[in-house]
């Protein structure tokens, strides 16, 4: 009985614990039971060997270098690549020089421009005997006269044949060991590193200069259709990727759909951009949806991208699976805007960069192939794929993008804190003693530099400076203040004119402002552009305004990178044309650095006593405010040179923060900017 | 989990229990080892599955009535209790009776176990022996206990792994039960007293009961946490034949124009939202022809930790169904090693072959005499290759992928990193067995070049035991290798047979710039490195005037190089498991395009990530005036001083938009008809709770990129200072325009940062009480701020602003924009309520939340300037009407 009562209470107590088991270890035994358990005993990853420390590496100590010798490998036959075909012993030297062959018979006037902007270049040279490449152009279908062989082929050695529409001519030649420059080459006979992809552009695509890109904002409005659709026919249509995840390819088209709108020819205001990557005519509807800033989506695209061997395109555009439309879309629905944002200003600054005109589409084509004898001192990656782009940011400057005024953030480092002054003295030829003084007087200040553009001759004493001081004597032009001399160790440079007057607070300042801004040139004196209706041209206007576009480079601080565009870049006839009127000079350099930059000077101030006693610029020799504008046509001819107006107004001036405030001059730093 | 203590250690050990209880239960007092052997001939043929219902008649004749009873109910302690209970043993009234654990062989085959167990070889427990791999216990435990039982129990018949422990939870109980009965029952026959054994044994129950639950507390955590260490440990030996008939089909050679839209299922990898392929891996297996002749070696060391390495890896996948990838485990790292016909055969017979399409190659040495393929020889049709040496011929760009050729030294030897600066040699040469024209022209560029050249070839004269891998010589000069290679500026990687070298992992190991001379060589990762930042590529027919292209490169840019090369090893080279995990990364970039890893991220060393700043508004452009700014006001219950705002604002030429934060949530706002007539469109939004970060919200209703956002107390500023404000903005759209500005010092007494109003000549913050930004930094504020300083501010109800600034200036790396002399929002008669002591404990907690934000940052990200924004003419002596802002300038 008593054993009986025990072994109650035993099974009461057992079932408590199995209930107290339940309860709380059953919750958790449920979660255990529910994901989809693997089978026991089933092999979990790649087993862990118990005998693998007895495994054998896959080549045996010795191995590798035993390997028996076999002779180089011949190329094969027919395909080429960059080693094989191309001969890079005519390159040594002053990099790439191009020959054109001259056109045969009548030719259009696109063929004319493109020759015409080659020769301009300063990669142009008239020897076929002393260019390392030959050039054939191959563009007119038109005309009917299709390039027959030409004399120095050789084979087609060192030779390019550039085709900016697809194969207008049949083959009338053995293309050899020539390299191909061609729109949207299909992916199967395009030799990568080799040929070169071109975009596909269309018929009335601006020779020069172009149309800017059509974003006008940073971040889509809100409320933009997420997805335009290119068609078959030409023309595109925007679709609402909410109503249905409808395939582009027509399978259902019997659908519309509420969202579906109706055709249309211009682009519509969407998101991306959706191209078919079968068509090689979809490769216009590429360029178009890059210039408006719609990201373009590419399915499987079949032919290769333009210049794909230096941009990289998975910045500006999204080449997708057209197998997977639905993983497409949802990638696109869910990606954040903080990579929209970067692919759409991508798709903007590869635009204005590479494929605006036709002459950029051009030098890009001979800039990759430079890069390529260049071997190590190309352009670094991040001077294709980074504003201004590898045409403005030269590599024969350096190719440490240190080096250059864009790249500090991205490098994360700071501009120098010291400047070269360059002092250009002009006729009448007096030292410029105070000036000196007054700029060896900066801390920031590291040498001083003085060009003698004089009739006169050099003086034999110049001024005790804590600074080194340097003379050089120049070539009597206008164009020497920009020459890249060897001599400026800094990369910020004080550009100043002998009759400038500044006082040492002026020019700490100033070169503070810099460094802050080290790409854009930070000035005093200020003239601006106009649009000049009754002309039917650009004027320009020194005069005292609420706005301006250039500062004069008679007092500036600007980076020394822009000495070397402004000689290397610019084609020689916009030189000539600053050394024959000397005041254009500063126009044309405000040029290139807007140009570069899409942005306006600085302006800093400037002692007003001295602003009207003594007009800094040079050659003046009547009183303010009627300085003599440079000659009218100056801006105008620059402008046409190239092909648009890069000039930007700022309104606004950088003050020293407590400038002129009614607080104790004890207080402010830069005290003397307000003297009376 | 390495260093487990002791305790854990005995887990295993104590889980033999069971097994020796069950199978020497019923003798006792005996030869242990003649009883043993009886017992266990008997029983072990019969030895099935746990509660088998019919082993009970079945195996009965076989069995002792205890041993029956004890079978019958061995698998839960519970029932042993009853059974034990049952048939109690005692010494005088029933001797036969049930012992419990405690009896001497029991303990004995114990000691025995534990001993086996404590030895030298025991020692090492793996971890993963430690968890309780599946409900059946670790294969290899089980084997070693049945090994050692069948040794000391002296077997006829070696016991069967699988029938040791039955089920490990039981096992765990039954451990229980061991430790903590272990004195109970050994006290039993000694005990008289009744209820005490029954109070014990109910104590042990309701322990027992406590332990399992909380056993099971955790088990599911231990598993879901050890999904790696789930693995089984066998021999490599023991695999699976499979005998391939010399008839099976053989995969097509393929051909060269597969790219991944025509050759790649990509319908397999399906709809992944991690954006993640999955691999799946074949199982081992030894394939053998007609004959029983294997078709290859095993499995080579490294193909077995590339193996490993994918399946330790995210992309890896055990269900063959939902693989996107299939990794054969058929080495092929080694052509030489290959009969060629028999692997494309193994190939071929893969579950999921299907023209190899998904199915990835891994080959680090290609072809083989005379000609040296590029690429491997074995017939694979669509399958994928990742080769080290392919050259343009071979390679299917876009669809191939280019490997390293693995060093084994890489393991071996340990090169610490090398500083910048000069090396002895400027260029090196240590390959051996170079074609003899190669050697040549080394030997003249040493000629001409002399001591700054170094051309090393294999030792002929080295005493035995000495490695000759490790060395190289020159003349009589040996050189340990591959540390030589850190003397060198540059070193010669030259073809060899084959294209692909593993010197050129040991090159770029020792930080020394690889000059690659072979010509059509694709350097391995071609895809995503940028090879021009590391390496020097020649073209095979300029090899004399190497030295004097690689004079050409400037100081900086070598020494760039060399840590590029360097961080290229750390990354992708330096051992087995980078080569297949940066493979199978480069795939998944091509399946999942826009999830890809971007060029910096592949290219870049970790110091340049770090260092650098991406601007996401990194395009100059001035935004068209037209488009306008909204202006945001944030406000509680100053209607009066909200209308005024809103009034003045409105007269804003620029004013596109107005937009009312109504942070009061216990008051309506007023009604429409109160609200100031103005010519923009106002829109009211009611927030859900009283928070400052609602000023810093994305709302949809914004349709500008410039926000102001405002105070409703901010009634002080004109018309032209806002527009000027504007104007400034679009000349600056990635920076903070604000009207008063502040600072940041850092204080050197208290050695931490201060907040500072005064009339200073620098600006680093700008008040965003009036402040124009882009309206992406709204996102970036209310989703992207780092650590908890979102939900900070809003808890403190301040700085919000400063928290603004932090943020921009991190991610643009640009100061903000001071406009106008504006010093203070104030206005003049507020400055008596405004005492002294406020205004301090005012800057106390601003300071503090400089320093909180700059802790939580990581950086002080603020950036110092010295100027403000003006318009062009402000103060200028010219005629006021005349100028375009006029009335700026008050303070």
């Not at chain 2, 000694?190 to 955790?218: C, D, E, N, P, W």
Request: net charge neutral; aromatic share 10%.
């Amino acid at each position: 009985m008593q054993s009986w009562r025990r072994r109650k209470s035993l099974w009461l107590a057992l079932s408590a614990s199995w209930l107290l088991l339940v309860l709380l270890g059953g919750f958790s035994l449920l979660r255990l039971a529910l994901p989809p358990r693997p089978q026991p005993g089933a092999s979990q990853g790649w087993p862990r060997w118990l005998d693998a420390e007895l495994l054998q590496s896959f080549s045996q100590p010795g191995e590798l270098p035993e390997d028996a010798v076999s002779p180089p490998q011949a190329p094969h036959g027919g395909s080429c690549n960059w080693e094989a075909c191309f001969d890079t012993s005519k390159c040594r030297g002053d990099g790439l020089k191009v020959f054109v062959y001259p056109a045969v018979g009548p030719i259009s006037e696109t063929h004319r421009r493109i020759l015409a902007s080659i020769e301009g270049s300063r990669f142009y040279t008239f020897s076929p005997a002393g260019a390392c490449l030959l050039l054939l152009l191959s563009l007119d279908a038109q005309t009917g006269e299709c390039s027959s062989m030409p004399l120095q082929w050789n084979r087609g050695r060192n030779h390019l044949v550039l085709r900016l529409r697809p194969a207008p001519c049949p083959r009338t030649f053995q293309l050899g060991q020539a390299m191909v420059a061609e729109a949207s080459p299909t992916v199967d006979s395009f030799r990568p590193g080799f040929d070169v992809a071109l975009p596909f552009l269309p018929e009335a695509h601006p020779l020069r200069g172009g149309a800017p890109g059509q974003l006008r904002q940073h971040s889509p409005q809100p409320g933009v259709a997420l997805l335009a659709l290119e068609e078959e026919r030409g023309g595109w249509r925007t679709a609402d990727t909410g109503s249905s995840a409808c395939p582009w390819d027509g399978r259902c088209e019997q659908d519309p759909g509420p969202g579906q709108t109706q055709r249309q020819e211009t682009l519509p205001n969407a998101t991306f951009c959706l191209i078919s990557g079968h068509r090689p005519e979809a490769a216009s509807r590429f360029l178009q949806a890059l210039q408006a800033g719609c990201i373009p989506v590419l399915l499987s695209p079949r032919w290769e991208l333009p210049f794909s061997e230096v941009i990289d395109w998975t910045k500006a555009a999204i080449v997708a699976d057209e197998r997977l439309p639905l993983q497409v879309l949802a990638a696109l629905q869910e990606m954040s805007p903080a990579r929209v944002l970067a692919l759409r200003q991508q798709t903007q600054f590869l635009w204005d960069a590479y494929f605006s005109s036709v002459e950029k589409v051009i030098h890009t084509t001979l800039e990759v192939i430079q890069d390529r004898i260049f071997g190590t001192s190309a352009h670094p990656s991040l001077l294709w794929n980074s504003p201004p782009g590898a045409l403005l940011a030269l590599s024969t400057f350096s190719t440490s993008p240190q080096d250059f005024p864009f790249y500090y953030l991205q490098q994360g480092s700071r501009p120098e804190g010291r400047f070269s002054a360059l002092i250009w003295v002009g006729p009448p030829g007096q030292p410029p003693l105070k000036l000196i003084q007054a700029v060896a007087g900066s801390q920031h200040c590291a040498q001083i530099l003085v060009l003698w553009s004089n009739e006169r001759p050099l003086p034999s004493r110049w001024p005790e400076t804590a600074v080194p001081l340097t003379v050089i004597d120049g070539h009597r032009k206008v164009s020497d203040r920009f020459y890249p001399y060897s001599t400026i160790r800094t990369d910020a440079i004080l550009s100043l004119d002998a009759r400038s007057s500044l006082s040492t607070s002026e020019v700490d300042f100033a070169f503070l402002v810099w460094q802050s801004f080290p790409e854009r040139m930070v000035g005093f004196l200020t003239s601006s552009h106009f649009w000049d209706e009754a002309h039917g041209g650009w004027g320009y206007t020194a005069e005292r305004t609420n706005e301006f576009s250039m500062v004069l480079t008679t007092a500036a601080f600007y980076h020394r990178y822009y000495h070397t565009l402004f000689t290397h870049s610019l084609p020689k006839a916009l030189r000539t044309v600053a050394d024959e009127a000397p005041t254009c000079v500063d126009v044309l350099m405000n040029f290139i650095v807007a140009a570069v930059t899409k942005l306006p000077p600085i302006k800093v101030p400037y002692g007003k006593q001295r602003q009207e006693a003594a007009p800094l610029a040079p050659g003046v020799p009547g009183p303010r405010p009627k300085p003599p504008a440079p000659a009218p046509d100056c801006i105008n001819q620059i402008a046409a040179a190239f092909g648009h107006m890069p000039l930007l107004s700022s309104r606004l001036r950088l003050d020293p923060v407590l400038f002129k405030d009614p607080v104790s001059v004890q207080r402010k730093k830069y005290r003397s900017l307000e003297k009376p | 989990m390495f260093t487990l203590p002791q305790k854990d250690f005995r887990a295993p050990t104590t889980c033999l229990g069971p097994a020796c209880m069950q199978d020497l239960g019923s003798s006792h007092g005996e030869d242990l080892e003649g009883e043993c052997s009886r017992k266990l001939d008997q029983k072990l043929p019969e030895l099935r599955g746990v509660g088998d219902p019919a082993m009970i008649s079945s195996d009965t004749s076989y069995l002792s009535s205890r041993g029956r009873m004890i079978k019958w109910f061995w698998d839960s302690a519970e029932e042993g209790y009853r059974t034990y209970h049952m048939d109690e043993y005692d010494e005088d009234k029933n001797p036969s009776g049930i012992i419990n654990l405690g009896t001497s062989e029991n303990k004995l085959c114990f000691d025995l176990l534990s001993w086996r167990l404590s030895q030298s070889d025991m020692q090492r427990v793996e971890p993963s022996l430690l968890q309780y791999a599946d409900w059946r216990g670790h294969l290899f435990l089980r084997e070693e206990v049945a090994k050692f039982l069948s040794f000391y129990c002296k077997s006829p018949v070696p016991l069967r792994p699988e029938n040791e422990c039955e089920e490990e939870a039981v096992c765990v109980i039954m451990c229980a039960s061991v430790k903590y009965n272990i004195r109970g029952p050994a006290l039993i026959p000694r005990m008289k007293t009744k209820h005490r054994i029954y109070y014990i044994t109910l104590f042990s129950i309701v322990l027992l009961g406590l332990i399992a639950t909380g056993m099971f507390q955790f088990w599911p955590h231990s598993i879901e946490s050890s999904n790696d260490w789930n693995v089984e440990k066998r021999s490599i030996r023991d695999v699976p034949v499979v005998r391939l008939p010399a008839d099976s089909p053989i995969p097509e050679r393929g051909d060269l124009s597969c790219r991944m839209h025509t050759c790649f299922d990509v319908y397999r990898c399906g709809f992944n939202p991690k954006n993640k392929i999955k691999v799946y891996i074949y199982a081992l297996k030894k394939y053998v022809d007609d004959f029983g002749v294997s078709v290859s070696n095993a499995i080579s060391r490294e193909y077995n930790e590339l193996l490993m390495a994918i399946s330790d890896s995210d992309y890896y996948t055990d269900d063959i169904n939902r693989a996107c990838l299939f990794v054969p485990s058929i080495d092929v790292l080694n052509q030489n090693t290959l009969r060629i016909k028999e692997t494309a055969q193994a190939l071929a017979q893969l579950s999921r072959w299907d023209r190899g399409t998904n199915h990835l190659l891994f080959n680090m040495l290609p072809g083989g005499p005379p000609d040296y393929n590029t690429a491997l020889d074995v017939p694979r049709d669509r399958a994928l290759l990742a080769g080290g040496g392919f050259s343009t011929w071979t390679y299917r760009q876009g669809y191939d992928v280019s490997i390293p050729v693995y060093s084994p030294l890489s393991a071996e030897v340990d090169l610490p990193e090398k500083g910048p600066g000069p090396r002895q040699y400027f260029l090196l040469s240590s390959q051996v067995g170079l074609h003899p024209e190669y050697r040549e022209d080394l030997e003249a560029l040493q000629v001409k070049h002399g001591e700054s050249v170094l051309v090393l070839d294999k030792c002929t004269n080295l005493s035995e035991g000495v490695l000759s891998v490790r060395k190289r010589c020159h003349k009589h000069q040996v050189f340990d290798y591959p540390q030589v290679l850190q003397e060198a500026t540059f070193c010669v990687v030259l073809r060899g047979a084959r294209l692909g070298q593993a010197v050129l992992s040991d090159v770029l190991q020792a930080g020394c710039v690889p000059v690659v001379i072979a010509d059509s060589y694709i350097l391995p990762f071609s895809e995503v490195l940028d090879w021009k930042r590391a390496s020097v590529v020649v073209p095979e027919e300029k090899m004399s005037d190497v030295y004097s292209i690689l004079q050409s490169i400037p100081q900086r840019q070598i020494e760039e190089m060399q840590r590029q090369a360097r961080w290229f090893w750390e990354a992708y080279f330096q051992s087995i498991k980078a080569i297949a995990l940066a493979t199978l990364q480069i795939i998944n970039d091509r399946i999942y395009p826009y999830a890809a890893i971007s060029y910096e991220e592949w290219n870049d060393p970790p110091a340049v990530k770090w260092g650098s700043v991406s601007n996401p508004l990194f395009l100059p452009l001035i935004p068209p005036q037209s488009q306008g700014f909204t202006a945001i006001v944030l406000t509680y219950d100053r209607v009066e001083s909200l209308f005024r705002v809103i009034t003045e604002v409105s007269k804003v030429p620029s004013l596109s938009k107005l937009l009312v934060v109504w942070n009061n949530q216990n008051k309506n706002p007023p009604e429409d008809s109160l609200w100031p007539k103005i010519r923009v469109p106002l829109k009211v939004v009611r927030t859900a709770e009283n928070k400052l970060s609602n000023r810093f919200f994305p709302y949809d209703e914004i349709e500008t990129e410039a926000v102001l956002a405002i105070d409703d107390d901010i009634i002080m500023l004109t018309s032209d200072e806002l527009q000027f404000g504007y104007e400034v903005w679009r000349e600056f759209p990635d920076r903070l325009v604000g009207y008063p500005g502040r600072l940041h010092l850092w204080d050197h007494e208290m050695n931490k940062w201060k907040y500072e109003s005064e009339w200073t000549n620098e600006v680093s913050m700008v008040l965003t009480g009036a402040a124009f930004y882009h309206k992406y930094f709204n996102y970036l504020y209310t989703y992207k701020m780092p650590g908890d300083i979102k939900n900070w501010v809003d808890a403190h109800m301040n700085c919000e602003d400063i928290a603004m600034n932090f943020l921009v200036a991190n991610v643009t790396g640009k100061a903000v924009i001071k406009v106008t002399p504006r010093k203070k929002f104030k206005c003049p008669e507020c400055t008596a309520i405004d005492g002294l002591s406020l205004d301090q404990t005012h800057m106390v907690e601003r300071s503090e939340c400089i320093n909180k934000f700059a802790s939580v940052f990581g950086t002080m990200p603020l950036k110092v300037v010295e100027h403000r924004a003006d318009p062009v003419l402000y103060k200028d002596d010219f005629p006021e009407k005349l100028k375009s802002f006029p009335n700026i300038g008050s303070l």
